[in-house]
Each structure stands twice: as structure tokens, then as C-alpha cells.
T-cell receptor
Framework: NAGVTQTPKFRVLKTGQSMTLLCAQD?????MYWYRQDPGMGLRLIHY???????AKGEVPDGYNVSRLKKQNFLLGLESAAPSQTSVYFC??????????????????FGPGTRLTVT | GESVGLHLPTLSVQEGDNSIINCAYS??????FIWYKQESGKGPQFIID?????DKRQGQRVTVLLNKTVKHLSLQIAATQPGDSAVYFC?????????????FGQGTRLTINP
């Protein structure tokens, strides 16, 4: 299994440009998440999905949109990039509680990250 | 609001020594906690988790202690190795936008000195 993969690994955007970050997982996980990580800070939840066709807002959703058209993919879109969106973006996934390899765990499996710079 | 934080942002220990990373949480209703390790340029990796009905859980060279009385969580790493150098995050199950989600602390950078 490749686990959780993210595309691209790096990107530089100009203010106002748009782009889509792709997250893919091959573990048949129901839940998927998008986080951003800024220097000296922990991970902050942007949006998440509890299943194919569903999405919900997290802690910092403004300026981002998401889609989960296929169970294995979770897309994060920036319609009009701003310098404040310069960050490292991580995608994560997890199975439904009870289906995880270890009982009762909320362990999320993370991708390698996408480093985005908006100038 | 609820928060998860760490007492020390950086920690340096000698190779072979034990290390303790601390985490304070403020949501007394949290019933699940998890520790992640993040090496430079990589995504976080699961280390160990614990539920609030336990006060200690052990893994391979790692132990998590939970003190609900003072709302404190710690990660102990025994016989540290160079590969243990990383940023360590604690997270609690909290409420974001009305739903249960993992809320991450800011992280502690652990450096293992040879």
C-alpha cells in the first residue's frame, strides 16, 4: 500500500491564482482530513470528510474549498490564493472506529505534505 | 476556549538518556489523547494513544502517562536514539464546529545529542 499520498509536493503561487491539492489514500478509509501547519504551531483542521460525497468545515475553513467525489480522493482548492495561505498542508485519513487495526483508536494516517508559498 | 499546549517548545537530551515531553490540556471532558512524531520534511506519525479510563500505557520504548486531576499528559521515551530527534505533538479529542475532532498542541522539538 502507498498509504496517503499528496500531489504536488511543492508549489509557488502568485496572489490571486488558484490551485488544487490532491490527496489520495489506498486504505479504503472513510474519514479524510486537510490540515495546515504553520511555523511553531500545531496542525489546524481546514476541512474534513466522513465519507464519499460529504464534506464539513474544520477550524480554519475560510479561503478553501474541498470535494470528495471518490472515496479514495480528497481535493483541497484555493480559489484565490493569498500570502496568508503560505503553509505546509497535510492530508490525513482514518478508518471508521471499530474497523481500525487497533480497537478504539482515532489514529489518523498522514501524507508527506505539500509546501505552498504564495507571493 | 479549549486548548492543548506544551510546557516546553524545545528539549535536548543526551543519547541514551530518557526524555519526558509534557502536554497540558484544558478540556476536562476529553476522553482520548494521542501522541505523534514528526521528522523534518515528513508528515506526522502515530506513536501511542491513551483513553481517559487509563493513566498509563506503554509501547516500545515509549510510555504515555495521563493525570486527569491536573489535566496533564506526558510522553516518556526511554534510552533515546538519534532517530528520536523530531517534533512531538500531543492531541486531544476536542470539539470543532460542533463535532469531535483531534485538536493538536503546538509541538515540542526534541534533539538528541551524541
Amino acid at each position: 500500500n502507498a498509504g496517503v499520498t499528496q500531489t504536488p509536493k511543492f508549489r509557488v503561487l502568485k496572489t490571486g491564482q488558484s490551485m488544487t491539492l490532491l490527496c489520495a489514500q489506498d486504505m479504503n478509509h472513510e474519514y479524510m482530513y486537510w490540515y495546515r501547519q504553520d511555523p511553531g504551531m500545531g496542525l489546524r483542521l481546514i476541512h474534513y470528510s466522513v465519507g464519499e460525497g460529504t464534506t464539513a468545515k474544520g477550524e480554519v475553513p475560510d479561503g478553501y474549498n474541498v470535494s470528495r467525489l471518490k472515496k479514495q480522493n480528497f481535493l483541497l482548492g484555493l480559489e484565490s490564493a493569498a500570502p496568508s495561505q503560505t503553509s505546509v498542508y497535510f492530508c490525513a485519513s482514518r478508518p471508521r472506529l471499530g474497523l481500525a487495526p487497533r480497537m478504539g483508536t482515532y489514529e489518523q494516517y498522514f501524507g508527506p505534505g505539500t509546501r505552498l508559498t504564495v507571493t | 476556549g479549549e486548548s492543548v499546549g506544551l510546557h516546553l517548545p524545545t528539549l535536548s537530551v543526551q543519547e541514551g538518556d530518557n526524555s519526558i515531553i509534557n502536554c497540558a490540556y484544558s478540556n476536562s471532558a476529553s476522553d482520548y489523547f494521542i501522541w505523534y512524531k514528526q521528522e523534518s520534511g515528513k508528515g506526522p506519525q502515530f506513536i501511542i494513544d491513551i483513553r481517559s479510563n487509563m493513566d498509563k500505557r506503554q509501547g516500545q520504548r515509549v510510555t504515555v502517562l495521563l493525570n486527569k486531576t491536573v489535566k496533564h499528559l506526558s510522553l516518556q521515551i526511554a534510552a533515546t536514539q538519534p532517530g528520536d530527534s523530531a517534533v512531538y505533538f500531543c492531541a486531544e479529542m476536542g470539539i470543532i464546529q460542533g463535532a469531535q475532532k483531534l485538536v493538536f498542541g503546538q509541538g515540542t522539538r526534541l534533539t538528541i545529542n551524541p
